[in-house]
């Protein structure tokens, strides 16, 4: 099975997979380059011409090309033949698919774009490793991480502010469902709590924004507002930004999180979050 798309020659090699390049990724490059348009690392949806060849509005779904194979060493799977794509993606801050899947916004194109870490071919291998061990070991628990993934990385390719504030605390809840399963970790009180019970059991750096105090926080007033009264900081959805990027630093403990679930540990991620990119530096 192929998927893609990253422009990249590595091959990996597990215990359960192997992903090799294909042999055509420069002519692919090229074709992108010649059909999309591409900045800062990201391509955009194609426009779609009518019949006289004028631009009319971009298309509702575009795919890309592929440019590795997936083969698994174990029975042929359906589910993880889906989800060792989009899970090979994060692990590289893009949004991958299989083939005849694809996109209906902005993707990145460069490596890294979707998350603040980076690993070791090494560390790659280990964890592709544990998330296939979770498929084995718990199916429910599996695809509450499948979402939980998919959404991190497609709620990165909306437009607005407020949408990937929604999509990343609803991966922050998936997480608390997650952990409270697979970890039995203490459960809250409070819808606020619940990033503070993730972030002492899996010792990740929590924020003065995201500590509650009488049941409230500012992250969990941020969310019922949008929630229960559409609006986001303050004014009428739409009419107002989140000057704190509150969305994107809930992102950077998204993603500390969802690795500590499969039991990768990082000494960054008892740090202060940071924009710059990190080495998972796990594997001594």
């Not at 695809?143 to 605390?169: P, R, T």
């Not at 469902?177 to 709590?193: D, F, G, P």
Request: glycine share 4%; proline share 3%.
């Amino acid at each position: 099975m192929e998927f893609g798309f990253l422009n990249e020659n590595n091959s990996y090699t597990t215990k359960f997979i192997e992903i090799r390049p294909l042999n055509d990724i420069n002519k692919k490059i090229k074709f992108l380059k010649d059909n999309f348009y591409i900045k800062n690392g990201w391509i955009y949806p194609p426009i779609k011409t009518d019949i006289k060849g004028n631009s009319t509005r971009p298309v509702v779904w575009y795919g890309l090309p592929s440019s590795h194979k997936l083969v698994l060493k174990i029975s042929n799977n359906k589910d993880l033949q889906d989800f060792i794509p989009i899970f090979f993606g994060f692990l590289k801050g893009l949004h991958m698919f299989r083939d005849g899947w694809g996109h209906y916004y902005k993707t990145p194109i460069n490596e890294g774009k979707l998350i603040r870490f980076y690993c070791t071919k090494e560390e790659i291998c280990i964890i592709l490793d544990k998330v296939i061990n979770l498929y084995k070991n718990d199916y429910d628990i599996f695809k509450n991480y499948y979402a939980a993934i998919h959404w991190f990385l497609f709620g990165q390719s909306y437009s607005h502010v407020f949408e990937k504030f929604d999509a990343q605390y609803r991966v922050l809840d998936c997480c608390y469902k997650i952990s409270t399963e697979l970890n039995h970790i203490n459960r809250a009180r409070y819808h606020a709590e619940r990033i503070e019970k993730l972030c002492t059991y899996y010792d990740i750096f929590l924020p003065n924004w995201a500590k509650s105090k009488d049941g409230k926080s500012t992250l969990s007033e941020l969310r019922n507002n949008l929630i229960h009264e559409a609006k986001y900081a303050g004014e009428p959805v739409g009419l107002n930004s989140d000057d704190k990027q509150l969305w994107f630093n809930l992102k950077l403990i998204n993603e500390r999180i969802l690795l500590s679930i499969l039991g990768v540990k990082s000494k960054m991620f008892s740090n202060k979050l940071v924009r710059s990119r990190y080495a998972l530096d796990w594997i001594k």
